[in-house]
């Protein structure tokens, strides 16, 4: 019978410990669930377990946002990449046509600064500047036609190319494109732009070296002119001398020497007229007029010394004809007039090379006229006159060079208007193909700007768009981030609330309560493992009422068999003293049992004590719980 009391208490023990061993667990559900969630081991070592919540969702739904944001931005990426690759292809057009009008411009200067040069020296400075002008020209367009890295383009241009230090590569416009077209009919016009600028460059060097030679003649037409009015005047001194036979006999007229002084003027007269170059004729005439005005004269001054008045005037009258026969043929040969026509034509011709339209054609009628008369004076009237020699040296050594000049000046003057003519008209053509090309290259230059500008302008709307995409991109993801963040930790803090609550309820001792609500997560595990703790808790304690009531029953008996076992526990120290009495070992051995049994005695009594006091407890509880 103690033996069975003593099993039932120690079932009864390990019960107690089970009880407070699953309190204690209780208390640490919630620490549990969080060392799970945080990945860390759970009681006994069993490992964490990984969260099959929403939030797996979540991360993915983040994670399609991440590659949908990471694919538009690629995607942006890309057409700004492309936007701004035709602006790099447009720069190096845009560039290229810019210099090519820079070229164009400067050719231009540098023709009409040629043109209006007139030293042949300083003109040769200039052929060196617009043919390389003219090389850099077309090296752009073959640039533009074949591409700046073609090999055939290297070939003929690769030195110059890198000379000229073009900061991109120039690829060569598509055939069949209207900036091909373009640029084709530029580079014919360039071809006749640079033979007529060539053209017009000979021209106008020939037109300058026509024009220095016809002024060189010019000049040199002076010597010749001032050589014939040298000798003219030089004619007219010596003959101004002896114009007037009466000029000094007039002053000794009162001293009675006016014979005396005719006669002095007709000899020196007569000395010199063999000294002056006049031709044989010219000296016979004059010495007949002279000897006549000398017989005249003597008759004259004879007589008079005679009284009869009409004899006296007879002879004056022989001796005013003679002295007048003298004095005309005197004045013809003086060529006084002639000195005027020269005077007159050196004017004309002057005005003929300064004038330019009608002046000029009557300044050149007025020349021509006057060559005309002095021809026929000297070439039929002048060898009459003088000397053969003095003939040779003044009409083939003057006159006829100084008609020569002038007749070479006049054709040089006509070279002049043919080269004028091809000048202006070539200079025209310039004009016209100039115009051409200015016209093309702002189409050209219009078009690449367009060009240009449409790039940019497609780069410009295209980060706009995608910056607008992006931002609203990024607006939609952090408001689903958002919305997703609460939707998460509602799902899940929501629960762990409701799970923290009712672990302080059963922390209180309430195990009445139970969680409602059918979650298939961990947390849903976890609600539902401490819905079903709670559960087992109460049928545990349900079980642990019954089996208190049980103990109390068996404590009663235990009582009652205590009281028995006491007093059977006197009856045998009585016994065991009356047989001690008998034998000494006999006593001993009961000295021994007694001690062991006061010792059993003294641990049931201390092990009810405890019963007592654990079983009052537990009718506390059960009082409690059904409360």
Same mark, same amino acid.
């Given at each position: 019978?103690?033996?069975?009391?003593?099993?039932?208490?120690?079932?009864?023990?390990?019960?107690?410990?089970?009880?407070?061993?699953?309190? $204690?667990?209780?208390?640490?559900?919630?620490?549990?669930?969080?060392?799970?969630?945080?990945?860390?081991?759970?009681?006994?070592?069993?490992?964490?377990?990984?969260?099959?919540? &929403? #939030?797996?969702?979540?991360?993915?739904?983040?994670?399609?946002?991440?590659?949908?944001? =990471?694919?538009?931005? %690629?995607?942006?990426?890309?057409?700004?990449?492309?936007?701004?690759?035709?602006?790099?292809?447009?720069?190096?057009?845009?560039?290229?046509?810019?210099?090519?009008?820079?070229?164009?411009?400067?050719?231009?200067?540098?023709?009409?600064?040629?043109?209006?040069?007139?030293?042949?020296?300083?003109?040769?400075?200039?052929?060196?500047?617009?043919?390389?002008?003219?090389?850099?020209?077309?090296?752009? $367009?073959?640039?533009?036609?074949?591409?700046?890295?073609?090999?055939?383009?290297?070939?003929?241009?690769?030195?110059?190319? !890198?000379?000229?230090?073009?900061?991109?590569?120039?690829?060569?416009?598509?055939?069949?494109?209207?900036?091909?077209?373009?640029?084709?009919?530029?580079?014919?016009?360039?071809?006749?732009?640079?033979?007529?600028?060539?053209?017009?460059?000979?021209?106008?060097?020939?037109?300058? @070296?026509?024009?220095?030679?016809?002024?060189?003649?010019?000049?040199?037409?002076?010597?010749?002119?001032?050589?014939? #009015?040298?000798?003219?005047?030089?004619?007219?001194?010596?003959?101004?001398?002896?114009?007037?036979?009466?000029?000094?006999?007039?002053?000794?007229? +009162?001293?009675?020497?006016?014979?005396?002084?005719?006669?002095?003027?007709?000899?020196?007269?007569?000395?010199?007229? =063999?000294?002056?170059?006049?031709? +044989?004729?010219?000296?016979?005439?004059?010495?007949?007029?002279?000897?006549?005005?000398?017989?005249?004269? !003597?008759?004259?001054?004879?007589?008079?010394?005679?009284?009869?008045?009409?004899? %006296?005037?007879?002879?004056?009258?022989?001796?005013?004809?003679?002295?007048?026969?003298?004095?005309?043929?005197?004045?013809?040969?003086?060529?006084?007039?002639?000195?005027?026509?020269?005077?007159?034509? !050196?004017?004309?011709?002057?005005?003929?090379?300064?004038?330019?339209?009608?002046?000029?054609?009557?300044?050149?009628?007025?020349?021509?006229?006057?060559?005309?008369?002095?021809?026929?004076?000297?070439?039929?009237?002048?060898? &009459?006159?003088?000397?053969?020699?003095?003939?040779? /040296?003044?009409?083939?050594?003057?006159?006829?060079?100084?008609?020569?000049?002038?007749?070479?000046?006049?054709?040089?003057?006509?070279?002049?208007?043919?080269?004028?003519?091809?000048?202006?008209?070539?200079?025209?053509?310039?004009?016209?193909?100039?115009?051409?090309?200015?016209?093309?290259?702002?189409? @050209?230059?219009?078009?690449?700007?367009?060009?240009?500008?449409?790039?940019?302008?497609?780069?410009?709307?295209?980060?706009?768009?995608?910056?607008?995409?992006?931002?609203?991109? @990024?607006?939609?993801?952090?408001?689903?981030?958002?919305?997703?963040?609460?939707?998460? *930790?509602?799902?899940?803090?929501?629960?762990?609330?409701?799970?923290?609550?009712?672990?302080?309820?059963?922390?209180?001792?309430?195990? /009445?309560?139970?969680?409602?609500?059918?979650?298939?997560?961990? #947390?849903?595990? %976890?609600?539902?493992?401490? *819905?079903?703790?709670?559960?087992?808790?109460?049928?545990?304690?349900?079980?642990?009422?019954?089996?208190?009531?049980?103990?109390?029953?068996?404590?009663?008996?235990?009582?009652?068999?205590?009281?028995?076992?006491?007093?059977? =526990?006197?009856?045998?120290?009585?016994?065991?003293?009356? @047989?001690?009495?008998?034998?000494?070992?006999?006593?001993?051995?009961?000295?021994?049992?007694?001690?062991?049994?006061?010792?059993?005695?003294?641990?049931?009594?201390?092990?009810?004590?405890?019963?007592?006091?654990?079983?009052?407890?537990?009718?506390?509880?059960?009082?409690?719980?059904?409360?």
């Amino acid at each position: 019978m103690l033996q069975h009391y003593y099993i039932y208490f120690l079932i009864f023990l390990k019960r107690s410990t089970f009880l407070r061993e699953t309190a $204690l667990q209780n208390s640490l559900f919630f620490t549990l669930f969080l060392e799970r969630i945080e990945g860390k081991n759970a009681i006994g070592g069993v490992k964490a377990m990984r969260i099959k919540t &929403k #939030i797996s969702l979540g991360l993915l739904v983040l994670a399609v946002l991440a590659g949908m944001i =990471g694919v538009l931005a %690629l995607f942006s990426l890309r057409s700004i990449h492309s936007s701004f690759q035709e602006v790099e292809n447009s720069f190096p057009l845009l560039l290229a046509t810019s210099r090519l009008k820079d070229i164009l411009s400067n050719y231009d200067n540098l023709l009409l600064s040629y043109l209006w040069e007139e030293d042949l020296e300083k003109l040769k400075t200039y052929d060196a500047p617009l043919e390389s002008l003219d090389g850099r020209l077309e090296m752009y $367009l073959e640039a533009l036609h074949l591409g700046s890295n073609s090999s055939e383009f290297l070939s003929r241009y690769g030195e110059c190319w !890198n000379a000229e230090g073009f900061p991109s590569t120039i690829s060569p416009i598509p055939e069949g494109s209207e900036l091909a077209t373009k640029f084709q009919e530029l580079r014919n016009l360039q071809a006749t732009y640079t033979t007529k600028s060539t053209t017009i460059r000979k021209a106008w060097r020939e037109w300058i @070296v026509a024009r220095n030679t016809q002024n060189e003649k010019a000049v040199r037409m002076d010597e010749p002119a001032n050589t014939i #009015i040298g000798f003219v005047q030089n004619v007219g001194a010596i003959i101004a001398k002896y114009d007037d036979p009466f000029n000094e006999i007039y002053f000794w007229q +009162e001293q009675g020497r006016i014979r005396a002084n005719l006669t002095s003027y007709f000899e020196r007269f007569q000395k010199d007229l =063999g000294q002056i170059q006049f031709s +044989e004729k010219t000296r016979k005439s004059l010495s007949e007029r002279l000897k006549a005005l000398e017989e005249k004269s !003597n008759i004259f001054f004879n007589a008079l010394h005679v009284t009869e008045n009409t004899q %006296l005037d007879r002879d004056f009258m022989e001796f005013y004809r003679a002295y007048r026969s003298f004095q005309g043929t005197l004045d013809n040969l003086r060529l006084d007039k002639w000195v005027e026509n020269i005077h007159v034509l !050196n004017q004309d011709r002057k005005n003929y090379l300064l004038l330019s339209g009608n002046a000029r054609e009557k300044a050149r009628e007025s020349v021509d006229k006057n060559f005309e008369i002095l021809a026929r004076f000297f070439e039929e009237d002048f060898p &009459k006159i003088y000397d053969p020699g003095v003939t040779q /040296t003044i009409v083939k050594g003057s006159f006829e060079p100084f008609k020569t000049l002038w007749q070479e000046v006049v054709e040089l003057d006509q070279n002049l208007q043919l080269l004028d003519e091809e000048v202006n008209g070539t200079l025209t053509e310039l004009q016209a193909i100039e115009g051409n090309i200015a016209s093309i290259m702002n189409d @050209v230059n219009q078009k690449v700007l367009e060009h240009f500008s449409q790039s940019m302008f497609t780069v410009t709307r295209t980060q706009k768009a995608l910056q607008q995409t992006l931002y609203l991109t @990024v607006l939609l993801a952090v408001i689903v981030a958002v919305l997703l963040g609460l939707f998460l *930790s509602r799902s899940i803090i929501n629960p762990l609330r409701q799970g923290v609550a009712f672990a302080r309820v059963l922390e209180s001792g309430d195990l /009445t309560q139970s969680l409602k609500g059918a979650r298939k997560d961990e #947390i849903g595990e %976890l609600l539902e493992s401490l *819905s079903r703790a709670s559960s087992s808790l109460r049928h545990f304690l349900a079980e642990v009422a019954s089996s208190a009531q049980e103990i109390l029953k068996a404590m009663e008996n235990l009582k009652n068999g205590s009281r028995e076992i006491a007093h059977t =526990g006197n009856q045998v120290t009585e016994t065991i003293a009356q @047989v001690a009495r008998g034998s000494e070992e006999q006593n001993q051995s009961l000295t021994r049992a007694s001690r062991k049994m006061e010792e059993l005695l003294g641990e049931v009594q201390a092990v009810s004590e405890k019963i007592i006091l654990e079983v009052e407890k537990t009718s506390l509880a059960l009082e409690e719980v059904e409360h």
